[in-house]
Every structure is written in C-alpha cells, then in structure tokens.
C-alpha cells in the first residue's frame, strides 16, 4: 500500500554541501511518499463545499433546458426582417419566464417577451424593448438595424446535456454547487477528509494562562499551525505541548500516528536536537532528516509512521510557517485530491534591493501592492530573522528566490506568492 519516500541526490552543480537537498527535490520525494485518500463518502450538496469531488457530473439536461429570450422586448419570426412590406407588427400576447406562450405566431406578428421567457413557436429573434415602439393600436415598429437569431440563448448553450461538466479531484467552489445545483444534484460524492495531529515539542514552551519563567516562550507554533490547517479543510486534532522527553515523545508519536493519516511536530529537528528525536523516531518508522537549501527552515523530517505521513518541522515560528506552506500544503493537497500542487505566483517589481548569495532558496517575507499605474510592486517587511513572526503577519506574499538568484537590485522583476493562495478551501 505505501511507498517509501527516497532521498534524492542533489546535483553536482549545487554550491551548498552534498547533504542538503533542493526545495523541489524535497517536494518531489514528499509526493513520492504519499498515497492519496481513496475513501468517499455522499454528501448532501451544500455539506461538499470546499470538499474534493469523487465523481464525474455528467450533465442529465441541457441548460438552459429551453430556447430563451436573453432581453426584455419583443419575439419575431426573424425572416420578416428581410421583408419590406412588413414595417409594424401585431402585438398578439405576452410571455414570461415560467409561463410559455401558448400558440403559434404569424408572419407579421409578434409576442411581448420577458428576459428568461421559452421563445413562442415560430420565433427566433428578440427586439430589445428601447429599440421598439408600440402605437394605441397594439401594433410595433422597430428602430435601429437587426438580425435574425439576436437576443435569444439557445437550450443546452451553457451545459449540454450528457456533456461532463465536473472532473473528480476538483475542490468544490460555491459556483461548483450552483452549477450541480442547476443540474438538480442534491447529494455528490466526495473523499474523505484528511485527519491531521499537530503537536509542539519543547521543555521551555508554555500554554497561554501559565506563568513564564526565564526562558520559557509561549506556544505559538500550535496556534499558526491550527490556522494553516484549518485554511487547508482538514480534520485537525490538536494534541498539545510534548515535552523533550523520550517517552512522552514516543508515546505522542504513536498516538497521532494510530488516529491520523498525517502527523506534523514542530521543534526538535534543528543540529542540536535531531539526533535525539531521530532515535524515536526510528524506532517507530522510516523517517528522512534532511537538511534543506532554503531560508528559512532548513531542517524538515519527514516519512512514515506506519501508513501515516510524518512531518517534523523547525521551531523557529517563521521557519514552521514557510516549510508548511512550501512542504506540508503541496503534501495535503495531494494526499486529498491525487493531483500534484501547483504554487500560485505573480510577477512584481521590487522596490526594495535585498541582498542574496546563490545556493540556496530564500523565502522573503513582502508586501505587495498595485500602483496607482497598475504595476504591482513589492516591498521587503524589513527584519527577516526566523524567529520574527511579525514578519509573516505584517507580510501578504513570500518573494521567491531560487537557489541561483544572487540578489536583487531595486526595480527588478522578481516572482511573488500572495499568502491568500496560500489556501486549500
Ligand atoms: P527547536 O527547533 O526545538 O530547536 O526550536 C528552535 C527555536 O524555536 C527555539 O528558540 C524554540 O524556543 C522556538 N520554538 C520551538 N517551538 C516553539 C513553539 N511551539 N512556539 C514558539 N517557539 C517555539
Ligand atoms: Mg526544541
């Protein structure tokens, strides 16, 4: 059932030391590790917004379902446009939407009609009501230049039926539930939610409400985590703050491995730490520690616990943010939907020069802005210390740049991935 995640060499031409690994090299064997979720189950169709659609929808009718008029205004036969003896109509009836016409119109005549209104049989052309004038004797003339077939929408125009109209793997939209709905879909078939645990690990972290003492830091890395998990509509279990003890560990390891399909920590990964969690974690299942090119977050472990996927992310608050977004969110998007993640970016001008040596991936926190000229510009936050979450609050987008980027001069093009992107519902 699963796959092994593998340890991908990174290239010869990489200036960092052999054991670091490339940002797309680590997201590359995170997939490779993962088995996406099979599982399905029916929903009521308002329940399945935001889930991941498991069935195609082939459409069961034509939408719209009959011949319409797209304007307020007056149904003719459209070869009368073509006669010059005709010049006014006779008004014989009106339809609406939800009440048909019921006859047939002549050469010569023509039916008041509203937006919506099935097209009178022998109609097939509408004359907006501004370019119409009607005389005391029921009769119409028309101004302007027309054409046979205007202003009318043709049945199955927008949906045809027995046409697919959505793919499974699709997360689904508020337009993805009006279009079933316009389909009478009531219930859909979706995957099964992933389930998450999160935990942080550290002796010096603290719960709000306890009192700090020298050193001690409150826990905030279950707070950011809980957000961004939330925003990628997983079922979330929290599991709390674990101490750097062997037993405590390796007892909250096995928990969230036998409840969850994937387990993230933050904390104790970094040089001084590793060696530690990485006896549990052995012990307990085939873990990866690699030493990423990127900043910031350059240590990350990952691997399985059983058939659970296992994260271990960096303490430091800003270098939990980044490796979940560039590592966990890909992960979850797969594991839920079975299709690779594609970042979302934007080309911006920078504002800023931000100083930068080739060889690994930066993730600058910036803020993006249109000008008044439509340009989009970007501006470094300033302080970029990996414990300075300010940073990712104050910011709205990363500033991406790769592991060949030497630095940026003001007024260069560089890429940027908005933070709202940054979401899985
Ligand atoms: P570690 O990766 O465990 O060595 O932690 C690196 C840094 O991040 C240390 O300064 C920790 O105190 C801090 N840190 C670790 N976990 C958390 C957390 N859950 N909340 C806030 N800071 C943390
Ligand atoms: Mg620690």
Redesign the pocket.
């Known amino acids: 059932m699963t796959r092994q995640a593998t340890h991908p060499q990174t290239s010869c031409a990489e200036p960092e030391p052999s054991s670091t690994l490339r940002v797309t090299a680590a997201r590359e064997a995170i997939q490779a590790g993962i088995e996406p979720i099979q599982t399905i189950e029916r929903l009521a169709l308002r329940d399945a917004l935001g889930r991941v659609l498991a069935q195609q929808i082939i459409s069961p009718l034509d939408v719209p379902g009959h011949t319409n008029s797209a304007m307020d205004g007056y149904a003719i036969k459209g070869e009368d446009l073509q006669s010059s003896a005709i010049t006014n109509f006779k008004l014989i009836g009106t339809t609406v939407a939800g009440q048909p016409f019921d006859g047939q119109c002549q050469s010569g005549e023509c039916i008041r009609i509203m937006t919506g209104a099935p097209m009178p049989d022998g109609t097939d052309t509408v004359i907006m009501q501004e370019q119409a004038k009607l005389d005391e004797k029921q009769m119409v003339s028309f101004t302007s230049q027309h054409k046979q077939g205007q202003n009318v929408r043709h049945a199955g125009e927008d949906i045809a039926k027995g046409s697919s109209v959505l793919e499974p793997g699709r997360r689904l939209t508020a337009a993805d539930l009006g279009v079933m709905a316009s389909l009478g879909f009531g219930e859909v078939s979706v995957r099964r939610k992933p389930r998450v645990a999160f935990f ?3 002796d ?2 603290r719960g709000i409400g306890e009192p700090l003492r020298e050193g001690d ?6 707070y950011s985590l809980y957000g961004m998990l939330k925003s990628c509509g997983v079922e979330l279990l929290d599991m709390g ?1 674990i101490k750097d003890d062997p037993d405590a560990l390796r007892q909250a390891f096995q928990a969230a491995a036998e409840e969850a399909d994937m387990v993230i920590s ?5 040089v ?2 590793a060696d530690y969690t990485k006896n549990i974690l052995q012990q307990l299942g085939e873990i990866h520690f690699w030493k990423i090119a990127m900043k910031p977050g350059r ?1 990350l472990a990952f691997g399985e616990l059983g058939e659970t996927r296992f994260f271990g992310l ?4 800003v ?2 943010m980044v490796t979940f977004y560039q590592f966990v969110l890909p992960a979850i998007h797969y594991l839920a939907t079975g299709k690779p993640y594609r970042p979302f970016t934007l080309s911006a001008v920078c504002d800023d020069a931000i100083r930068k040596r080739p060889g690994r991936y930066e993730f600058i926190r910036g803020v993006f802005t249109t000008g008044e000229d439509g340009e989009l510009t970007v501006k470094s936050v300033g302080q970029q210390g990996s ?1 300075i979450l300010t940073s990712m609050s104050r910011g709205n987008c990363f500033i991406l740049l790769p592991e060949s980027c030497a630095g940026v001069n003001e007024g260069e093009r560089v890429t940027i991935q908005p933070f709202s992107s940054l979401s899985l519902v």
Do not use: C, I, K, Q
Request: overall charge negative; glycine content about 22%; aromatic content about 4%.
């Open positions: 942080s690990t550290g010096e972290l830091v409150y826990d905030s890395n279950r703050v933050s904390g104790g990964v970094s001084g730490e240590p960096p303490g430091n608050p270098a939990v414990g």
